[in-house]
């Protein structure tokens, strides 16, 4: 029989390749992801400056307001 030290080392093995083999697989961005990235941060930006400009922000509806100074 195998004794549960051996048990505990075979399972740390198994979990530690499994954690490799996804660290690895996704890893890499496609570049329509890094396109769909990098328009969403431009988009906040531009949404957190015209919040702080004052500006109604767009696509936000009938809610948009002015921010009080």
């Not at 499994?18 to 949404?47: C, D, G, P, S, V």
């Amino acid at each position: 029989m195998i004794s549960t030290e051996w048990l505990w080392a075979i399972g740390i093995v198994i979990l530690a390749i499994a954690i490799a083999y996804a660290l690895m697989r996704n890893r890499q961005r496609t570049a329509a992801e890094k396109q769909l990235t990098e328009a969403a941060t431009k988009a906040n930006y531009r949404a957190e400056e015209r919040k702080d400009s004052g500006q109604p922000v767009p696509g936000a509806g009938e809610r948009a307001q002015t921010m009080p100074d």
